[in-house]
T-cell receptor, first 114, second 113 residues
């Protein structure tokens, strides 16, 4: 089915471990984004990508790494997880060229760092 | 510095009532103002959006009112239903900023039957 799929949907890990959250979209949208959602903070942008091999920092990038070797995939890696990275992570995509800027979100990945 | 401020944080409305959520923005370069609706366990999804060249947009029971001079916009839900219970996010976006959207902190709406 077309859309954005995130995996895993739920993940429990320990402090210091490396974790990778996967995001795959089937629309061939140029832009992809990673947001984290925390109570009282809404949605905060971690990293975004305008195209394959082009990435840039958002509002809260520290502790995260992204890559985009293919247009459809945008994985987010926590190199050494910390408790403060316990959150719900949303991947989103949009197509600005000829589009409205509407964001299409995945269903989220809930990460717990013990 | 928060660029989009949303209020209230939570809202309880009786079935059939009007729900009103307000947002204020600072950056006059924003050119697209969407509202997203999020149900528990799901990702946000676009509900309705407006561009700054119009003052109001209505889609069914949902209306956006936009005041460019005051840099404010609001979501009105008429005849609120229990199925409208969700978290609502306002956002602001401009194409010259690499497609990034700035979100408000969200409003949790509960519609009581």
């Amino acid at each position: 089915d077309a859309g954005i799929t995130q995996s895993p949907r739920y993940k429990i890990t320990e402090t210091g471990r490396q974790v990778t959250l996967m995001c795959h979209q089937t629309w061939s949208h140029s832009y992809m984004f990673w947001y984290r959602q925390d109570l009282g903070h809404g949605l905060r942008l971690i990293y975004y990508s305008a195209a394959a091999d082009i990435t840039d920092k958002g509002e809260v990038p520290d502790g995260y790494v992204v890559s985009r070797s293919k247009t459809e995939n945008f994985p987010l890696t926590l190199e050494s997880a910390t408790r403060s990275q316990t959150s719900v992570y949303f991947c989103a995509s949009s197509e600005l060229q000829g589009g409205t800027g509407e964001l299409f979100f995945g269903e989220g990945s809930r990460l717990t760092v013990l | 510095q928060q660029q989009v401020k949303q209020s209230p944080q939570s809202l309880i409305v009786q079935k059939g009532g009007i729900s009103i959520i307000n947002c204020a923005y600072e950056n006059t370069a924003f050119d697209y103002f969407p509202w997203y609706q999020q149900f528990p366990g799901k990702g946000p999804a676009l509900l309705i959006a407006i561009r700054p060249d119009v003052s109001e947009k209505k889609e069914g029971r949902f209306t956006i009112s936009f005041n460019k001079s005051a840099k404010q916009f609001s979501l009105h839900i008429m005849d609120s239903q229990p199925g409208d219970s969700a978290t609502y996010f306002c956002a602001a976006h401009h194409n010259t900023n690499a497609g990034k959207s700035t979100f408000g902190d969200g409003t949790t709406l509960t519609v009581k039957p």
